[in-house]
């Protein structure tokens, strides 16, 4: 079984910033890709950021020059560096990683965390 457990959310001001993270626990042989959905208020949850086993990243076109996604391999943990938050960044930010139990290719998982709230005030 693999977890995942978020950290980091919380109340800010318009651009301000917040740092999120992610930590995986459990029988885990290889995390392939770690990354950020988040779900706001009457929206459809949307993916933020992903980043692979060998750091190439990708970000939603709002986030952009803003967040920054890195990963500390040795740790299994993900980071959202969140700057220059805006009202529209609100929500519940969840935390996502795919990636093997074992070296067999029948031990591979996909797991969600619970997920973290963020809340951003104009």
């Known amino acids: 079984q693999v977890q995942l457990v978020e950290s980091g959310g919380g109340l800010v001001q318009a651009g301000g910033s917040l740092r999120l993270s992610c930590a995986a626990s459990?029988?885990?042989?290889?995390?392939?890709?770690m990354g950020w959905y988040r779900q706001g208020p009457g929206k459809q949850r949307e993916r933020v950021a992903r980043i692979d086993s060998g750091g190439s990243t990708n970000y939603a076109d709002s986030v952009k020059g803003r967040f920054t996604i890195s990963r500390d391999n040795a740790k299994n943990t993900v980071y959202l560096q969140m700057n220059s938050l805006k009202p529209e960044d609100t929500g519940v930010y969840i935390c996502?990683?795919?990636?093997?139990?074992?070296?067999?290719?029948?031990?591979?998982?996909?797991?969600r965390g619970q997920g973290t709230l963020v809340t951003v005030s104009s």
């Open positions: 996502n990683a795919e990636g093997y139990r074992t070296y067999l290719s029948l031990s591979y998982f996909e797991v």
């Open positions: 459990g029988t885990i042989f290889s995390i392939n890709v």
